[in-house]
């Protein structure tokens, strides 16, 4: 049998994006506020959009955690910002942290000992801790794995990074 601490760790890597992807931290890094609004050719969206998603993906997720009886935005369009919204330099900064603060509620969730993981949450069809934190993972780690191809594909990477 696999210990609650093993399942605990395992869930933070995931969390944190080290395991098999690249992490939150390692995709914004640097990223150059003349192209916050960008968008490059044939995508629809945004870079600065594309976090903004992430941010609300993952803040509804944790609000569903915490509180019985969240009401989820609408589908799929409470999702993303607005396709002509735009931001400042300070608004994208703001997406960043918001993402961070929110990830690292889900990380102190999930490393308390006193969380069941496998509880099902009052309210849901038999959703628990455990199936939420790997839907946001799995949804972080495709959206930003999204977003290092988009940086790529913009040529928004600093000039002297690796790889």
Known sequence: MISGEIVREQLL?????????MTFAEA???FPAT???ARAPKVAY????????LRITQWD???????????SPDWPAGYWPAPDALTTPEGFAATV??????QAALRALVANPAT??????????GHTILR?????????AYHVGEFAILRQVMGTWPPDRPG
């Open 13 to 21: 890597g995931l969390l944190d994006g080290e395991d098999a992807h």
């Open 28 to 30: 914004v890094a640097d």
């Open 35 to 37: 192209a916050i609004n």
């Open 46 to 53: 945004s870079p600065w959009h594309l976090l903004e998603h």
């Open 61 to 71: 997720i944790l609000e569903y955690v915490r509180k019985p009886g969240h009401v």
């Open 97 to 102: 942290a918001s993402f961070r603060a929110d």
């Open 116 to 125: 069941d993981l496998l509880a099902v949450l009052p309210g849901t069809p």
């Open 132 to 140: 939420e934190v790997r839907i946001v993972a799995d949804h972080n």
